[in-house]
């Protein structure tokens, strides 16, 4: 969905920044973009990081605030499906460090370049509604008890908290955690069981949409953006899970990650 975005965008006469592990697969986005506007390769950029490291999202956020002025969006889709707990080199519990920490780093490290910007927005495909009470703030990493569906619930929530924290610093940012409203036939990179792969690739083939046409309301999100915190699948608005301490639990988990990244 991030190369369905990213080819949108150039071709909609955008700058683009790409951030992912493989150059050959930013070459082949730039080959398929259409448009009469032959200029896209000079308005794409690709930086190559592996996201389940922090000292790559780092240097990218890094990178990105030396040659950037300015952020009108920021689309945080990347995703390797683990089904089974996983260390990085780093000593990060992998899902976690892939699917919330590196877009902490990124929508916290990147707020001076969305300020700069008259909407800005960020996206952030986690699908909406966890529960509120699905982060164990005292094992973040889930040292004890990890089981994908906790994992994954537990990145959803924190990923709504991060829209709490963001808006909170920046009034004008519009902050949407977003899903599609059904499977998407994308490639479900990850390491994951026969039974899962299957699911998805019968599902995908039999009910999934395309990439290009399940990314069209993101599109015009970006190209509307609403200041303040949403939630959607596909084109439909959801209401927002409230918590009855969601501030509390922000900061919480502001001062958690803050500890787990010091
Ligand atoms: N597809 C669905 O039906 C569905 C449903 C619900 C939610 N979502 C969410 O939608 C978002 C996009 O999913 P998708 O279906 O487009 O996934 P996808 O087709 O598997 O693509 C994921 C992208 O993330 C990149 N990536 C994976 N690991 C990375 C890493 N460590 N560092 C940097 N980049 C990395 C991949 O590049 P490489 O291949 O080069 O690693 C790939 O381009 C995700 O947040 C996902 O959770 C999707």
Do not use: C
């Not at 990179?189 to 290009?212: H, I």
């Not at 599109?219 to 953006?225: G, Q, W």
């Amino acid at each position: 969905m991030g190369a369905a975005l990213a080819r949108h965008f150039l071709g909609a006469g955008d700058r683009v920044v790409v951030i992912g592990r493989s150059r050959a697969k930013f070459d082949a986005l730039l080959a398929t973009v259409t448009g009469d506007d032959r200029s896209a390769a000079s308005r794409a950029e690709f930086v190559a990081a592996d996201l389940s490291l922090v000292a790559d999202s780092r240097r990218v956020v890094e990178h990105v605030q030396a040659n950037h002025e300015r952020i009108d969006a920021l689309v945080l889709a990347a995703s390797f499906i683990r089904q089974r707990r996983h260390t990085t080199a780093e000593g990060h519990e992998a899902s976690w460090a892939l699917f919330f920490i590196s877009k902490y780093l990124f929508v916290t490290g990147l707020a001076a370049l969305l300020r700069a910007a008259e909407r800005p927005v960020v996206v952030n495909t986690a699908v909406p509604g966890a529960r509120a009470d699905a982060i164990d703030f005292d094992d973040l990493e889930m040292g004890e008890g990890f089981t994908f569906a906790r994992s994954n619930a537990q990145q959803r929530r924190a990923n709504e908290l991060l829209g709490i924290l963001a808006t909170n610093d920046n009034l004008n940012l519009a902050y949407v955690t977003w899903g599609p409203a059904r499977l998407v036939r994308s490639s479900f990179a990850g390491e994951v069981g026969k039974g899962m792969k299957v699911a998805a690739a019968v599902l995908g083939t039999l009910w999934g949409q395309r990439p290009d046409a399940a990314v069209r309301p993101i599109i015009d999100i970006i190209d509307a953006p609403a200041p303040g915190r949403a939630a959607y699948r596909g084109v439909k608005k959801r209401t927002l899970t409230v918590g009855d301490h969601d501030d509390e639990d922000a900061a919480r988990l502001a001062a958690a990650v803050g500890h787990e990244l010091s």
